[in-house]
Structures are given as structure tokens and as C-alpha cells.
């Protein structure tokens, strides 16, 4: 079944109802949005576009957004959502990768690619879009659960990104999964994408549309803590995506406004490390609106999930624990721990992650060598390490080239981020592996400050040896003003030890 399918079924009987805004101002209900969506498949058909083609999207977050997709898709056609942050080589290699033969683009981002591809690139706010999205609509196309849907592009923090091949299927069982176990839609509810919508705020979209709830994009397109605060007094209950470095920056401006978070309903995060003491923190002044998902573009967003009552949970004698974890595993998944050779670990055994289950991807993209090595035996190998307790609460600890081997002892970077985090003047932290001839690596930490009179290293290394044991800590602290990102909020890890090499450390 194609997903465009969900937006016609809304439609058919809620055509009045709002569907998409920005900001405060109504772009369309879901007749129109549905009658827009339609159109821009017939033009698209017109123009050559086949069933199985792939048409990319480089464009920053709008309510036209969603009509691409969604016309895209009822054409039969494959999105191929590009970050709007990248750099215009990065989103053209992707494109002649993918093979793309259309892309829309947003205002700006289609001059980038000016001399980077030969790629025909349709503005998706100008009026030449609105005369396609005017066109004789198509019905929508006829796909098989396993036709490709997305073609999904990693973040390449270790290389080239790869194409994630996730199907009509796939993004159904997340959506569904969703429901059962992070949480309910109702239709006067509003998703808030400020998050990109090319990863996973766009995942969230399908179900949305399907319980007819409305969606906003915020007028300057990106996250903006006070702009959120604003509009969610106005127009909630709203639900959004966050990566943890949002929730953190979002939990500081809030505090700072003396704000509690009116009308926002829940926030799902995830994609990175989401430190205890944020959390903790964040649910101590916002209240139980938290839900933790776990997953990869492999498996998107649909590997565990930590309900908002474990998120929020101060009785249970382990709730400590249980919110250092990513939950337990989702319903349209298993998940195993697995040693070297796959073999299932014992509970409270530290091995890679593995996961199994409708969610997860057919392999990647014209990628045959790298489908082989992450699809084991019907599993696919993360690449994260992890635990899982006797109640099924999953750990990470980290990615598996993240861990430190210091004098043949593994030793997990988070364990000791943690640590530091607990200290009132650490800010941010980030631990990695410095090169040592004897013991083949020592734990090094990056360190940005909270305002105010930083901690010296002998504070540091007295607070870290209060909580962990002796040969965890750091060896040595640098100190940065901010720790390098990607587009998605991730610590790129990479980086600093690019450093420590420039550094001759």
C-alpha cells in the first residue's frame, strides 16, 4: 500500500478540518492539501516521472514540504530528502548517487546548486509549483509493501553517507508502532516540525496525517526556543522531534523565561546521547511531556521507546537506571545483545545491539559489500553497544569504534561523560581516545564550561573519582568553547581526535 494513501482516506472525510500552517496562518486543509498533493503527481507523471523514480528534496522546513512528499509518493515516485544544511557538493553527490531525476528546492539552496548538478530543480515557493499542484490530479499510485518509499542518506560521519533503502511497509510499521509505544494522536493535537523534516520529524508526518491532526512549521523554518514557547501557548496541545542538545538548550532558555512549557503535549527525543542529569532536569521543570525513542536510519525510529511514565518515574527503586536507558524494545521489533559472532549475551552483559523486525531496511542503496556486513542472519548489527536488564531496559553505551581500549580494558565514553556532567560547571562534555604507546589509548576530555569560574583538573578529576573507577577518568581536559556538531546535533567525535593528531597528542 502506498503512504500517500493515509492523506486521501483523511481527506475523503475530514476536508475542512486545518492540516497545514505556518506559523499562525493557515495554508490548507486536507482537501486542499490533498487536492495539491494529487496534482503535483499528475504533473509529475506528465514530466516522465515513473513509478520507482527518485525525486529529492532540498528544501528547508515548510508546509510545501509536505506536499512534495506527499506528491511524490501518490505518483509512485521515491523522496530522497536532503539535509537543507548541507553543503550544496554533499546534497549533489547524493543526488547523482540516487540517481534523482527532479529536485525541489526552496528559495536559495536551488542558486547553491548552480554548477554542482545538471539535476532539474523546481522552486517549491514559487508559483510555478502552485500551477503543478493545480494540475489534473492522478488517483494515487498502486505499490507493494516492500516498493521503496524513502531513500534515506546517513549522516557519513565515518565517510560517504549510504542510502538506506525503507519502504512503503517499513514507514507503516513505525507510524504504527508509534501509537503503541510512545504515543497517542488525537486529531486537535499539532506536530511541530522544527527539527529536519529530510529525517526524523518527517518520519513522525505519515501518522499524523492520518489521525488528522494539524502541523505547523514555524515561520523562520528552524528551531527557536522562544518562538516554540510562543506557539504553543497559542496553538497547542503540540508534539515535536528533538535531538537531546535541543532538549538542553530548550530546557536553558525556558528556565532563564521563567516559562513552563504551556500547550506543548509531548517532546520525543532522541538521535544522540541524552545525558541523565538533562533529563532529569528537564522533567523536573517541564513536567511528564518526555518520550524516548531509540533507532537508526536503518531502523527508523523504531528500535525501543521509554514512555513518558518511565521518563517522568521517581518511585521505582531502579528509576535512576531505567531513565539512563532507551526503554524497552518496540512492538514491530526484537532486539538481542550480541557478542563477536552474533550469539545472545546474558542480561547485564555489554555486547553490540541487534534488531530484527519490520522496521528494518532491505539493505542499503546500490551497496551490496555494506548490506552484507550490517544484515547478519536476518539481524541488523547496529554497530552500538549496549545491555539489556533482566526487565528488557535497553543501555547504550556507545558506538562500537567509540569505545577505548586502554590497556586491553574497555572503556565506554558515556560511562564518563555522565560523570562529568554531574559536576554544576560542566556544560558539555565529550570523551574520546588519545593514543598512549603503552597502553594503547587514554581517555581524554573535551570540555566546555558553564558560565561562571571553571573547574580546575584536580576538581574534575576529584569529582570523576568519586563516581567511577580510577582508570575511567580522564588523563587530560581540553577545554573548547563548543564541541563540534553535525547537522543533526551529534558530537562528531571524529573531529577531536582529528585534534588531538593536529595537536601531535
Not at 26 to 43: D, I, Q
Not at 242 to 252: I, W, Y
Request: charged share 20%; with cysteine; proline share 6%.
Amino acid at each position: 500500500m502506498n503512504m500517500a494513501h493515509w492523506l486521501s482516506r483523511t481527506a475523503a472525510t475530514k476536508a475542512d478540518r486545518p492540516a497545514l500552517f505556518l506559523g499562525d496562518a493557515l495554508v490548507a486543509t486536507y482537501g486542499a492539501f490533498n487536492r495539491a498533493a494529487l496534482g503535483l503527481a499528475g504533473a509529475l507523471r506528465a514530466a516522465g516521472i515513473a513509478p520507482g523514480d527518485r525525486v529529492a528534496m532540498f528544501m528547508k522546513n515548510c508546509p510545501e514540504y509536505l506536499i512534495a512528499f506527499y506528491g511524490i509518493w501518490a505518483a509512485g515516485a521515491v523522496v530522497v530528502p536532503i539535509n537543507a544544511k548541507l553543503h550544496p557538493k554533499e546534497a549533489a553527490w547524493i543526488m547523482e548517487n540516487a540517481g534523482v531525476k527532479l529536485c525541489f528546492v526552496t528559495p536559495g539552496l536551488g542558486a547553491d546548486l548552480d554548477g554542482e548538478t545538471s539535476v532539474e530543480r523546481v522552486d517549491a515557493l514559487s508559483g510555478g509549483f502552485q500551477d503543478l499542484c493545480a494540475g489534473d490530479p492522478m488517483p494515487v499510485a498502486m505499490r507493494a509493501p516492500d516498493d521503496l518509499a524513502w531513500l534515506f542518506y546517513t549522516s557519513g560521519t565515518t565517510g560517504r553517507p549510504k542510502g538506506v533503502r525503507i519502504t512503503h511497509a517499513m514507514l507503516m510499521a513505525t507510524s504504527l508502532s508509534f501509537l503503541a509505544d510512545a504515543d497517542d494522536v488525537k486529531p486537535e493535537d499539532a506536530a511541530y516540525y522544527m527539527a529536519p523534516m529530510s529525517h526524523g520529524a518527517g518520519i513522525y508526518a505519515p501518522i499524523h496525517i492520518l489521525k488528522g491532526a494539524r502541523h505547523i512549521c514555524p515561520p523562520g523554518g528552524g528551531f527557536d526556543e522562544a518562538a516554540l514557547l510562543e506557539t504553543a501557548a497559542r496553538q497547542g496541545p503540540l508534539s515535536m522531534f528533538m535531538a537531546p542538545t535541543m532538549v538542553r538548550r530548550f530546557t536553558d532558555v525556558a528556565k532563564a523565561a521563567g516559562q513552563r512549557g504551556t500547550g506543548i503535549k509531548t517532546i520525543v527525543y532522541g538521535g544522540g546521547p541524552m545525558y541523565l542529569a538533562d533529563i532529569v532536569e528537564a522533567v523536573d521543570w517541564f513536567g511528564p511531556i518526555f518520550v524516548q525513542i531509540y533507532g537508526q536510519g536503518e531502523c527508523p525510529m523504531a528500535i525501543t521507546a521509554l514512555s513518558r511514565e518511565d521518563v517522568a518515574d521517581r518511585a521505582h527503586p531502579r528509576w535512576k537506571q531505567r531513565l539512563a536507558s532507551v526503554g524497552r524494545a518496540q512492538s514491530v521489533v526484537e532486539v538481542r545483545i550480541g557478542d563477536e559472532t552474533g550469539n545472545a549475551m546474558a542480561p547485564g552483559e555489554v555486547g553490540e545491539i541487534m534488531v530484527r523486525g519490520y522496521p528494518v531496511m532491505p539493505g542499503y542503496w546500490q551497496n551490496p559489500q555494506a548490506t552484507e556486513k550490517t544484515l547478519v542472519n536476518g539481524w541488523l548489527m547496529t554497530g552500538d553497544m549496549g545491555l539489556l536488564d533482566e526487565d528488557g531496559y535497553l543501555t547504550l553505551r556507545d558506538r562500537s569504534k567509540d569505545v577505548i581500549i586502554s590497556g586491553g580494558t574497555n572503556i565506554y565514553p558515556r560511562e564518563v561523560e555522565e560523570a562529568l556532567l554531574t559536576h554544576a560547571q560542566v556544560h558539555e562534555v565529550s570523551v574520546v581516545g588519545r593514543k598512549n604507546a603503552d597502553w594503547g589509548e587514554d581517555v581524554v576530555a573535551f570540555v566546555v564550561a558553564a558560565p561562571g569560574n571553571p573547574p580546575s583538573e584536580a576538581e574534575l578529576d576529584a569529582h570523576c573519582l568519586a563516581q567511577i573507577a580510577r582508570f575511567k577518568r580522564p588523563k587530560a581536559y581540553y577545554w573548547i568553547t563548543e564541541l563540534p556538531k553535525n547537522n543533526y546535533g551529534k558530537v562528531l567525535k571524529r573531529n577531536l581526535r582529528d585534534q588531538l593528531e593536529e595537536m601531535g597528542k
